[in-house]
């Protein structure tokens, strides 16, 4: 199981470091993040409505795929139509045509299930499933890409980084922690296997995390620059560590719930894209927050 999950982790992160890179190369428009991020939001919204059908829901399938993809999509309108300020001025400013794509996806979901509409029954969960993919799989996920525009350039990148690197470093210290020291359980029904001894291990790896990309890499990549100081640095690896277990343990709730242990058998060892990502959506809005402020970014010298 260890070496499955060491095997695959390695992978993946090869592929998204590579992918990551091109897309360094192609400027604002971030063709490549755009793909990444159409494939995994749409193949995500698969899998929760493969969770969901345990309650034998019937969802609009096209509704809800189309709709996760036209908010993930409209993240590029502003870079696209090449409007200046990216990454300076209202830090919010990137999330307004990914809201408007939500209230126009809200739309449709009444719409089509209007026009299905027979007799009483199960419309109102198929509702509210719907608004649940389309927020967890299309907004959470805008708070991620919006990352790469945030701090403007070569900062985009660093951005995007620090909250995958962060989660990802604080998964590996949770799990190696808990196999090696952890005894008392954190959340004994919703996740037996979770650890408070895991727990601080993979706060302890989040920091560590956060103080490679933020205090370590700017000082390889960018000139005339200087780290921002180190104890945001640590809140941030703190604040997204513990906001990223709570990712983790909301998906547990969900698949405990429904009676599933994995989202989906696609990612030897790893379970399926929601078990990859959910520590990562979780935690994206306060990462961005990190960034709106500034706090985190390397301060000009």
């Known amino acids: 199981m260890l070496g499955s999950r060491l095997l695959m982790g390695t992978l993946l992160v090869a592929t998204l470091a590579g992918m990551l890179y091109l897309d360094s190369l192609a400027g604002s428009a971030a063709p490549f993040l755009l793909v990444i991020a159409l494939v995994v939001a749409i193949r995500g919204s698969q899998e929760l409505v493969w969770l969901l059908a345990e309650r034998r829901l019937n969802p609009i399938r096209s509704v809800f795929y189309g709709g996760v993809a036209l908010i993930v999509a409209s993240n590029w309108i502003r870079p696209l139509t090449a409007q200046s300020g990216q990454g300076t001025g209202d830090p919010m400013a990137g999330l307004r045509w990914p809201m408007m794509a939500l209230a126009l996806v809200v739309l449709a979901l009444f719409a089509a299930e209007a026009r299905r509409y027979v007799s009483p029954g199960s419309t109102t969960e198929s509702l509210s499933a719907g608004l649940l993919v389309v927020v967890y799989l299309g907004v959470l996920a805008t708070f991620v890409v919006q990352l790469r525009w945030i701090a403007g350039g070569d900062l985009g990148i660093l951005a995007l980084v620090s909250l995958i690197a962060t989660t990802k470093c604080g998964d590996t210290g949770a799990y190696t922690a808990g196999r ?117 970014a390397p301060v000009a010298m």
């Not at 200087?226 to 560590?241: H, N, R, S, Y």
């Not at 990223?244 to 547990?252: F, R, T």
């Not at 790893?270 to 935690?283: E, F, K, R």
């Open 180 to 296: 090696l020291f952890g005894r008392r359980p954190l959340a004994p029904v919703l996740s037996p296997k979770k650890t408070i001894e895991g727990s601080l291990g993979g706060i302890l790896g989040s920091i560590v995390g956060a103080w490679v990309v933020l205090q370590v890499v700017p000082g390889w990549f960018l000139s005339n620059s200087q780290p921002a100081p180190w104890f945001w640095t640590v809140l941030f690896g703190i604040a997204v560590g513990i906001t990223a277990q709570c990712g983790d343990l909301a998906e547990s709730l969900l698949k405990r719930d429904l009676g599933k242990k994995d989202s989906s058998p696609l990612l030897l060892g790893l379970g399926g894209v929601l078990d990859l990502l959910d520590s990562i959506l979780y935690a994206a809005p306060v990462a961005y927050l990190f960034w709106a402020f500034g706090v985190v």
